[in-house]
């Protein structure tokens, strides 16, 4: 066996660290097994050598336990038990907030179609008019109504304008016509009606034209000793000149009435419609026969 140097003082550490482990595992078994407090249960012997167990305290029972007999004989006063359960109370939940509430989209409903009201056939029968087409600004005429089912109560309507009515039979009345109904070129309704309304009739259609115009310029006039003028015309059509006078006959219709230094005036012959052609300038210059000529108040300046 090794020896160990005592006068080292590597060695001399070591012993002395060993000790000190060692004391203290003794001590730590010592405190294990019996400890180190001094107050320790003492428990007496009995006469027989037993341990006689320490006193303990009971509590008194405050009741004692009642016979089937004496329970039976006890006058008690029994009532059922009525049981309420308290409706436990949960607190409200918290908001989501991102929950939120959209409003629902209405359905887009189909449009309803009202029924059409039926028109009421009319109980009397318009079925013509004669004429049927006229020309504006031309005068009074007489309008034939053929139909059935007319009374004498019955009268001829314009645009709402009651005319004289003459009844001729149940299937023909007529009808003057003033110039001022067909003054502008458009329809007219025409309808018989009578003043209380019962009896009415469809409505036709009455045509009111443009009347045809003269297709000349007045370009220009002359003038002669004895005041005798001559309107000097161009045809839009293909540039010609006319000289004419008073009572002259444009294209076989219209007739000069009038021959100023401002108009020409001139009526068609067969609608007696008059129109007047104001004096412009927009003829061909390049011809001399078509520039206006001054009026010659006499051949000789001389008194």
Do not use: C
């Not at 140097?5 to 060692?22: H, S, T, Y």
């Not at 949960?90 to 991102?98: G, K, L, T």
């Not at 959209?102 to 079925?127: N, R, Y």
């Amino acid at each position: 066996m090794q020896s160990i140097d005592i006068r080292n003082p590597a060695e001399r550490n070591k012993l002395i660290l060993a000790g000190v482990l060692g004391l203290v595992a003794i001590l730590f078994l010592w405190w294990t097994f019996f400890g180190f407090g001094s107050s320790s249960t003492k428990v007496s012997s009995g006469p027989a050598g037993q341990p006689t167990p320490s006193p303990v305290s009971r509590r008194p029972a405050t009741t004692t336990a009642q016979s089937v007999v004496e329970f039976k004989g006890t006058d008690l006063d029994l009532r059922p038990v009525v049981y309420e359960p308290s409706s436990a109370s949960v607190p409200e939940a918290s908001r989501n907030i991102f929950v939120y509430y959209e409003k629902p989209v209405q359905p887009a409903g189909t449009p309803s179609v009202p029924t059409p009201t039926p028109t009421p056939v009319p109980p009397v029968l318009l079925a013509s008019l004669s004429p049927a087409n006229v020309y504006a600004r031309t005068g009074d005429f007489t309008l034939e109504v053929s139909g059935d089912k007319f009374t004498p109560q019955m009268r001829v309507i314009i645009d709402n304008n009651e005319l004289s009515t003459r009844y001729i039979n149940p299937q023909q009345v007529s009808a003057s016509v003033p110039a001022a109904v067909i003054a502008n070129p458009g329809a007219r309704d025409v309808m018989l009606r009578s003043a209380d309304g019962k009896l009415y009739s469809n409505a036709a259609s009455l045509s009111v034209a443009a009347p045809p115009t003269p297709n000349y310029s007045y370009i220009g006039i002359i003038g002669t000793k004895k005041f005798i003028d001559t309107a000097i015309l161009q045809d839009k059509t293909n540039k010609e000149t006319l000289n004419v006078q008073r009572g002259d006959l444009l294209g076989g219709r219209f007739r000069v009435t009038s021959i100023s230094e401002k108009e020409v005036v001139v009526v068609d012959n067969n609608l007696k419609v008059k129109h007047t052609l104001a004096m412009t300038a927009q003829g061909d210059r390049g011809n001399p026969q078509q520039r206006p000529t001054p009026r010659v108040d006499s051949e000789d300046d001389e008194p």
